[in-house]
């Protein structure tokens, strides 16, 4: 297995990612996938564009997939109190994902005061080395899949409530609140069409082992199963 990492910027502003893992026979398409992805993307012109290649030389975790549910008036704030975050800590992370920040990975915050918990600045946390093989339904799209996968990944670790992400995608409107208990929920229209507003947010506990759990997250090599 090898681990296959995408991205792209434009004037060190971020346009696009793209993480997985794959068998070496699938490297090459895995790479074009990820290549008109980064260099055509809605978000714009890019003139910087890394892909990164490394073999896996660890055992995988087998992560089971979240179960995905597809409700059209999915409400924010009432799937996020089922999940013991406060209303200030809702208030908080969205104030991350709507501001002129573009954050290339996670913020972690207390569940409970809304405060940030993680130490990584702008970069925030990336979710690196997982792939989803067992999820490739045609009715899925690889936007979908991937969204699954990463959701399945930030709330498999003890201690977490949730993840809710807005993508930065000018054109893409629809978000995703998810929990290991609860499951995958897309949140529709979360935000205006034509913005670059967007980012993900953990909620965790305030006791959450930290160091441990971003080495889950970025280090750890991870199989998603259906």
Same mark, same amino acid.
């Given at each position: 297995m090898y681990s296959i990492k995408m991205r792209a910027s434009y004037q060190q502003n971020h346009i696009s990612g793209g993480e997985t893992m794959c068998e070496a026979e699938n490297i090459a398409a895995t790479i074009q996938r990820f290549f008109e992805k980064g260099f055509y993307h809605e978000n714009g012109e890019v003139d910087f564009l890394n892909l990164k290649i490394e073999k896996i030389t660890q055992p995988l975790t087998h992560l089971h997939s979240l179960v995905r549910h597809n409700e059209v008036k999915t409400n924010l704030e009432d799937i996020v109190a089922q999940s013991n975050v406060s209303s200030l800590a809702l208030k908080k992370g969205l104030s991350y994902i709507f501001n002129d920040v573009l954050y290339t990975g996670a913020i972690i915050l207390s569940a409970q005061s809304g405060k940030r918990l993680d130490t990584t600045g702008q970069r925030g946390v990336r979710v690196t080395n997982f792939s989803f093989p067992s999820i490739h339904s045609s009715e899925l799209s690889e936007r979908i899949k991937d969204a699954i996968s990463i959701a399945t990944?930030? *709330? !498999?670790?003890k201690g977490v409530y949730g993840e809710l992400c807005v993508s930065d995608d000018v054109h +893409? *409107?629809?978000? +995703? +609140?998810?929990?290991?208990?609860?499951?995958? !929920? @897309? %949140?529709?229209? %979360?935000?205006?069409?034509?913005? @670059? !507003?967007?980012? @993900? %947010?953990?909620?965790?506990d305030d006791n959450l082992n930290m160091s441990d759990y971003i080495h889950f997250l970025e280090c750890t090599p991870k199989r998603i199963l259906a």
């Open positions: 990944c930030t *709330t !498999h670790f +893409y *409107t629809t978000g +995703y +609140y998810a929990t290991k208990q609860l499951g995958y !929920h @897309r %949140i529709f229209n %979360i935000k205006e069409a034509g913005t @670059r !507003h967007g980012g @993900r %947010i953990i909620f965790v």
